[in-house]
Nanobody
Framework: QVQLVESGGGLVQAGGSLRLSCAAS????????MGWFRQAPGKERECVAA??????????YYPDSVKGRFTISRDNAKNTVDLDMNSLKPEDTAVYYC?????????????????WGQGTQVTVSS
């Protein structure tokens, strides 16, 4: 079992930055593909960043909506995965979730993730 806990959400003005952190316990994240998803009110959950396992080369994926603004990274020593978000826009407002995939791939598909955190709220004001 992997337990994931997100932190770092909050209120920020448009153009600002936030760093979300996902701390894992139970197992090392080295072997897991990791993803960050978000869900805004009335919308489906979407992937905003993904990284393959360390053994798979830590390949990354970003959708066009966040490419160049968001960066996913992992710290194997701390067993954490971070999401740096820059140039934030009001449309980035959502609950952000961290997820781990035993398959190890950098995938944007929800069903391929086995463990999820409880989410952290990010609100971007205009």
């Amino acid at each position: 079992q992997v337990q994931l806990v997100e932190s770092g959400g909050g209120l920020v003005q448009a153009g600002g930055s936030l760093r979300l952190s996902c701390a894992a316990s139970g197992r090392t994240l080295i072997n897991y593909g990791m993803g960050w998803f978000r869900q805004a009110p009335g919308k489906e959950r979407e992937c905003v960043a993904a990284m393959s396992s360390t053994w798979s080369g830590s390949r990354v994926y970003y959708p066009d909506s966040v490419k160049g603004r968001f960066t996913i990274s992992r710290d194997n020593a701390k067993n954490t995965v971070d999401l740096d978000m820059n140039s934030l826009k009001p449309e980035d407002t959502a609950v952000y979730y961290c997820a781990a995939s035993a398959g190890g791939r950098a995938t944007s598909i929800e069903d391929q993730y086995d463990y999820w955190g409880q989410g952290t709220q990010v609100t971007v004001s205009s």
